[in-house]
């Protein structure tokens, strides 16, 4: 028997989304309580934004250097990273759908709800606007960037806004 058959591998990557797919179905499940439901919604996204800042990065970083070593399953890194693409494309839908489509209408139905601005009253936009100003806004720091000086490193896993302004 021939164990080095393309076929008998399957990519890392790939089982990888594979697993988190099956993370997703537990939100989709109705009969998991609601809460738990979105507790596994919120772990697929925390799950895919770590999987992209590390695993895709790498990947990247192998195209960059024109890698084209396939793995054991056969695949290049750009063929990874294709593969990748469509299927966390399709994951990232799920999730919305589950989210919009089941979580939120039957958080709704439990009174939680999910509020824009505009939806909030005097006392709520106040609450939400001290916030901003006391948390949040000195936390802010504006940066310019230009070709004389490398982009400063922010961090991973933390928000961040890029304006661009023209002239």
Known sequence: MNYYKESYYTNRELSWLDFNYRVLDEARDK????????????????????????????LRKLMSVNYTKPDSAGLTAADQVSAISDKAHEMVKRQYNTLNRSLLPLLEQHAIHLLSMADLNEEQHAFVKNYFDDELYPALTPMADDSSRPFPFNGIYTQHRLTDYKN
Do not use: C
């Not at 895919?48 to 790498?58: G, H, I, N, Q």
């Open 31 to 58: 009969d998991n309580p609601l809460l738990e439901r979105v507790r596994f919604l919120g772990i697929t996204q925390s799950n895919l934004d770590e999987f992209f800042t590390v695993r895709v990065a790498s």
